[in-house]
């Protein structure tokens, strides 16, 4: 995390600035809040999430969604149909854009379906939607929370604050460090421009950044661990608990025999429990599919699409997806 309190200085489990005279950047990602417009946008957002509400509770007395469920989706909602279908309502009363509403509900049936939320998690986003929050706010902040150790209640704290940055593209991670006092650590531009003297990368960072989240170590130690020649497998190992056995043979570090090729990147390892459900391989396999240059970030986006297309078809069997040629 680098923190955002000075102009340049970022907390980076959230900013990345741009490191000049070291032809080297991490995108910058928020450049201070006007605090003028502060209390203008936490009344803003409360005023439309009491709208939402109001619109949302009229939607619950006076109408209703029939699901018409398949033989494939019976086991999908049977402990869950009522919230899910109250969860249907709130969005056809406040979501009018049905490309919108199309891609929230593939988006939160990934988080059960890819991601494995349990259903007391996706009940609680269900409710922070029937609730009148934004769905596409509380989406966003659900995928991030998934980076983190912190209890399912940190997307509401987190949504609590948007009034307070908005403006700023990354007000998730600005409001997380807030809710969480950025115990994950700080870094300042000039901490940052000495970790690439010492050879770490703009992905080391923001790896590190997102690793951070889990609470087992913080981003500056992280860093060190990169720095001392540590793998980001061999990190992940310790973060996670995973144990995967071929952390020695997937050395940043190539061995001295060389025929190991350093093929894959953190970026690519931090998914592996994402790319082991996509592909029905273990954690384990994922790593070796990655190290072996099977797969990579192309590889990644036509899975993840060709999973967002079979949730969708699903959805549409069901008759849960609206015509995107419709309007009002």
């Known amino acids: 995390m680098i923190s955002t309190a000075v102009i340049i200085s970022v907390s980076i489990c959230g ?41 949302i509770n009229e939607a619950l007395t006076n109408s209703g969604v029939q699901i018409t469920l398949s033989d494939d989706d019976e086991n999908i909602y049977s402990n869950t149909t009522d919230k899910f279908s109250r969860m249907l309502i709130a969005m056809n009363a406040t979501i009018s854009d049905p490309v919108e509403y199309n891609d929230l509900l593939v988006n939160y049936e990934y988080l059960r379906e890819v991601h494995q939320l349990s ?10 939607i029937i609730d009148g929050c934004d769905m596409k706010d509380i989406i966003s902040i659900a995928y991030f929370w998934l980076d983190t150790n912190d209890d399912i209640s ?23 460090d807030r809710v969480t006092k950025s115990k994950n650590g700080t870094l300042s531009v000039e901490d940052i421009e000495n970790y690439f003297s010492k050879g770490m990368t703009a992905e080391d960072i923001t ?13 500056r130690e992280i860093l060190e661990k990169r720095c001392e020649g540590q793998s980001f497998l061999q990190i992940i190992n310790e973060i996670e608990g995973s144990g995967i056995s071929v952390a020695a043979v997937l050395s940043d570090v190539l061995p001295a025999d060389n025929t190991v090729p350093e093929t894959y990147n953190s970026d690519e390892l931090l998914k592996t429990k994402e790319i082991s459900q996509l592909r029905g391989i273990t954690q384990e396999e994922a790593v070796y599919s990655i190290a072996a240059g099977e797969y990579n970030a192309d590889t990644y986006a036509e899975e993840y699409n060709n999973k967002i297309i079979e949730i969708r078809e699903r959805l549409e069997n069901s008759g849960l997806i609206k015509l995107e040629t419709e309007v009002d």
């Open 207 to 219: 790896s590190a950044d997102k690793l951070c989240r889990k609470g087992v170590y913080t981003i």
């Open 154 to 176: 940190l997307i509401k704290q987190i949504y609590d604050l948007k009034g307070e940055y908005e403006g700023s593209r990354f007000w998730i991670e600005d409001s997380y």
């Open 15 to 55: 900013i990345v600035v741009y490191a000049s005279g070291l032809g080297d950047s991490i995108v910058s990602k928020f450049i201070g809040t006007n605090t003028e417009v502060v209390n203008e946008h936490a009344n803003t957002l409360h005023s439309e999430n009491a709208e939402r509400e109001r619109i």
């Open 119 to 128: 259903q007391s998690n996706l009940d609680y986003i269900a409710d922070l």
